[in-house]
């Protein structure tokens, strides 16, 4: 071989092994997976508690999930705060009338950010999912929040 041939075959070979470094490895006949992300995109005050709607996207389909926490931070010093007997609902449902479910729960918060999950399913991508979290305690009324999403596909 002569010095120009050598000197091409190293530079394909260095081309080649950067563009395996570049290219993610995927096994024949496997699908690469998007890790799933959660999204908190609604929040409110309801019966003077902090709630948040969250929600998670996967090759599956779409979870929601709800939180109470408090309001604001606690003040140095303050004395422990009562349990609190909280009714929380988080419903969801495919644009079109398909019902992804409803879960109710009664809750006992202190200061401790509560969850409530369980809603959510298999959804056909390009769908608008909308759902709602509602909460009440010491006899307010609920305020709920909702949030709608779109499934990629």
């Known amino acids: ?21 570049a290219t993610p490895a995927v096994a024949a006949g496997t699908v690469a997976t998007v890790t799933a992300v959660e999204v908190c995109d609604a929040s409110g005050l309801q019966s003077g508690l902090w709630t948040k709607l969250c929600h998670t996207v996967t090759e599956d389909g779409i979870q929601f999930t709800g939180r109470v926490g408090l309001a604001g931070p606690r003040s140095p010093g303050s004395p ?33 950010t509560l969850q409530v999950a369980g809603v959510g399913g298999a959804v056909p991508c390009g769908s608008t999912v909308t759902a ?22």
């Open 80 to 112: 422990p705060l009562p349990t609190k007997l909280v009714d929380a609902t988080l419903t969801a449902a495919v644009e079109g009338g398909e019902s992804l479910g409803t879960v109710q729960q009664f809750l006992s918060f202190r200061a401790t």
């Open 132 to 153: 709602s979290f509602s909460v009440s305690a010491d006899g307010w009324y609920t305020a709920p929040i909702s949030t709608s999403v779109v499934v990629p596909c």
């Open 1 to 21: 071989m002569t010095r120009t041939m050598l000197t091409t075959a190293a530079a394909t070979g260095a081309f080649a092994l950067a563009l395996a470094a």
